[in-house]
């Protein structure tokens, strides 16, 4: 004789039956567990997709130990990858895109570094534009500017050192309460 409680006998009505007593508490339950109401719902979901098809004495136990067991790996999947879906809605969430401050600051900056690297010596500048914006290796440079490798070395050097010069003289002279749009006398 077959065991009525065995779930390869439990006909689909008495699943029906197991998932409208326990998915409100089991919902609950995760819920507290994860602290998060949307993956505890989609976690009841997957467990309850997981035990349909099994056979179980105790169906419902069965249930809340694959959930819990769901949630503790959900847990640590997200101290591996901490960003995790929340309930707030994504028009609540923050742009992605830089404000417009931030925009002009960035413009700003990089007219100033334009004009800094412009008034390079010729030598430093193709030596800095062809490392920086090509990622030529020194050797590389050397070869298409036919110059020592060291020659390369120095002229990145000097450039990286007038470029820094220059940027803190003009972010000086910017932050000076004397400060007009006008260039200073050379």
């Given amino acids: 004789m077959k065991d009525p409680d065995d779930a390869s006998t439990r006909p689909a009505q008495d699943f029906s039956s197991l998932y409208q007593t326990t998915i409100a508490p089991l919902r609950r339950y ?55 879906p929340t309930d707030a809605p994504l028009e609540n969430a923050a742009s992605s895109m830089p404000d417009v401050t ?25 030596v800095l534009l062809l490392r920086k914006v090509e990622l030529l290796s020194h050797k590389e440079i050397g070869e298409r500017l036919g110059i020592a490798v060291s020659t390369v070395e120095k002229q990145h050097a000097r450039a990286l050192r007038l470029l820094r010069a220059s940027l803190l003289a003009k972010a000086e002279d910017a932050s000076s309460p004397f400060a007009t749009d006008s260039p200073r006398p050379s």
């Avoid at 600051?105 to 412009?118: K, T």
């Fill in 30 to 84: 995760l819920g507290r567990l994860l602290g998060n109401h949307s993956e505890a719902e989609e976690i009841a979901h997957d467990a309850f997709a997981r035990i349909y098809q099994l056979p179980a004495n105790k169906p419902e136990a069965l249930l809340y130990t694959t959930a819990r067991r769901l949630a503790i790996n959900r847990i640590k999947r997200r101290s591996i990858s901490p960003i995790a």
């Fill in 102 to 126: 931030r925009q002009v600051i960035a413009r700003q900056e990089l007219e100033l570094l334009d004009e800094a690297i412009n008034d390079l010596p010729p030598g430093c500048r193709n």
